[in-house]
T-cell receptor, first 117, second 111 residues
Framework: GAVVSQHPSWVICKSGTSVKIECRSLDFQATTMFWYRQFPKQSLMLMATSNEGSKATYEQGVEKDKFLINHASLTLSTLTVTSAHPEDSSFYIC?????????????FGPGTRLTVL | QKEVEQDPGPLSVPEGAIVSLNCTYS??????FMWYRQYSRKGPELLMY????GNKEDGRFTAQVDKSSKYISLFIRDSQPSDSATYLC???????????FGTGTQLKVEL
């Protein structure tokens, strides 16, 4: 399967600042990556689909101007949380689709814990 | 009604027990079924992947899919304390990439 890394693994920031999270596919070129958010004791919620060379597709209710996604290359996607507030504190996880049809399964990164003070 | 329903637990079993984890789903278009294991503060790890109905076995893990009743199961034999984690079922139609997750079942295997 695909190997996915994320950086940083944990970040603490002040309210109003912006935070950038990187997601890298280490052994697989990914034209698509996914970004999820997970609150404590809850399941993963898809935020957006990151597309290499084009705009990201956001799920309903996710503010695209607040969560900026850039799929810079076939191995790197970044999520920037702009003007972060305490309610944005969450566990952010990216994934890479992998399989014979490239749509069947997803491999996840280790996640980034964001704490906004 | 959620598209994928899963009992959140927690489920506590003694070491060596057989564990049964289950999910139900409502969308008959789902064709792909997965089980992920997630340790605390870590990303989900793919355990089992099944296409359509049937069984799939991998070591101590067996995944079952019954599309007629829209029911998916994961069995863990000879459970170990290291199996203590949250188990998430996930489904996909196959063509759209998007995964729909259950809420996850928290499992604790005690010595």
């Amino acid at each position: 399967g695909a190997v996915v890394s994320q950086h940083p693994s944990w970040v603490i920031c002040k309210s109003g600042t912006s935070v950038k999270i990187e997601c890298r596919s280490l052994d697989f070129q990914a034209t698509t990556m996914f970004w999820y958010r997970q609150f404590p004791k809850q399941s993963l919620m898809l935020m957006a689909t990151s597309n290499e060379g084009s705009k990201a597709t956001y799920e309903q209710g996710v503010e695209k101007d607040k969560f900026l996604i850039n799929h810079a290359s076939l191995t790197l996607s970044t999520l920037t949380v702009t003007s972060a507030h305490p309610e944005d504190s969450s566990f952010y996880i990216c994934s890479v689709p992998w399989g014979q049809s490239s749509t069947d399964t997803q491999y996840f990164g280790p996640g980034t814990r964001l704490t906004v003070l | 009604q959620k598209e994928v329903e899963q009992d959140p637990g927690p489920l506590s079993v003694p070491e060596g027990a057989i564990v049964s984890l289950n999910c139900t789903y409502s969308n008959s278009a789902f064709q792909y079924f997965m089980w992920y294991r997630q340790y605390s503060r870590k990303g989900p790890e793919l355990l089992m992947y099944t296409y359509s109905s049937g069984n799939k076995e991998d070591g101590r893990f067996t995944a079952q899919v019954d599309k007629s009743s829209k029911y998916i199961s994961l069995f863990i034999r000879d459970s170990q304390p290291s199996d203590s984690a949250t188990y998430l079922c996930a489904t996909a139609t196959g063509g759209g990439n998007k995964l729909t997750f259950g809420t996850g079942t928290q499992l604790k295997v005690e010595l």
